[in-house]
């Protein structure tokens, strides 16, 4: 299996919702990352977690929450979003961090449009 | 930080090859990416260069010069389906994973 997958392939909320994005992995990678991309621009990184820790959160607005229960899922908790949030939302894994190498592998994403 | 420059745009025709040059200033290298993506799609890994030279893939190819902070993919023996967006990113010198994203080059191929 080489598969991310991503659900719900779309999402619209509103403004005072709280709704959940997954990410899944079944690669043993212990790397997984959440990334933002507008459109006709390259994806912007959100937080990366290592080993189920997070390891890199760019300062992303609260109203953004991660968790990774364990090292095959990946969750992106969304609460009092704003219209400006609206973008696709990318989840990716690698094997790991460090040393060299180690491509991400890139989920299909979720269109994210709150009204 | 990363400051990473590609072309916005590039056109080919069908069966030619073409050039995507990147060019990077970074205060950490760790290794170059190459990804397409494909409109409404995520992005695909197509290589991945950490020391100088060439790697070959197929119809695929990247450069890197670490000392000029240049990078280039080669795309041979074009087809329609290869207009997409190919996305250089440089991997920063830390083992936090970061990875920065160039703003993309759209290839776009003519018959």
């Known amino acids: 299996d080489t598969e991310v997958t991503q659900t719900p392939k779309h999402l619209v909320m509103g403004m005072t919702n709280k709704k959940s994005l997954k990410c899944e992995q079944h690669m043993g990678h212990r790397a997984m990352y959440w990334y933002k991309q507008k459109a006709k621009k390259p994806p912007e990184l959100m937080f990366v977690?290592?080993?189920?820790?997070?390891?890199i959160n760019e300062s992303v607005p609260s109203r953004f929450s991660p968790e990774c229960p364990n090292s095959s899922l990946l969750n992106l908790h969304l609460h009092a979003l704003q219209p400006e949030d609206s973008a696709l939302y990318l989840c990716a894994s690698s094997p790991r961090l460090s040393g060299q190498g180690y491509e991400q592998y890139f989920g299909p994403g979720t269109r994210l449009t709150v009204t | 930080g990363q400051n990473i420059d590609q072309p916005t745009e590039m056109t080919a025709t069908e069966g030619a090859i073409v050039q995507i040059n990147c060019t990077y200033q970074?205060?950490?290298?760790?290794?170059l990416f190459w990804y397409q993506q494909h409109a409404g799609e995520a992005p695909t890994f197509l290589s991945y260069n950490v020391l100088d030279g060439l790697e070959e893939k197929g119809r695929f190819s990247s450069f890197l010069s670490r000392s000029k902070g240049y990078s280039y993919l080669l795309l041979k023996e074009l087809q329609m389906k290869d207009s997409a967006s190919y996305l250089c990113?440089?991997?920063?010198?830390?083992?936090?994973?970061?990875?920065?994203f160039g703003d993309g080059t759209t290839l776009t191929v003519k018959p």
């Open positions: 970074t205060s950490g290298f760790n290794g």
């Open positions: 977690y290592s080993y189920e820790k997070l390891s």
């Open positions: 990113a440089v991997r920063h010198n830390t083992n936090a994973g970061k990875s920065t």
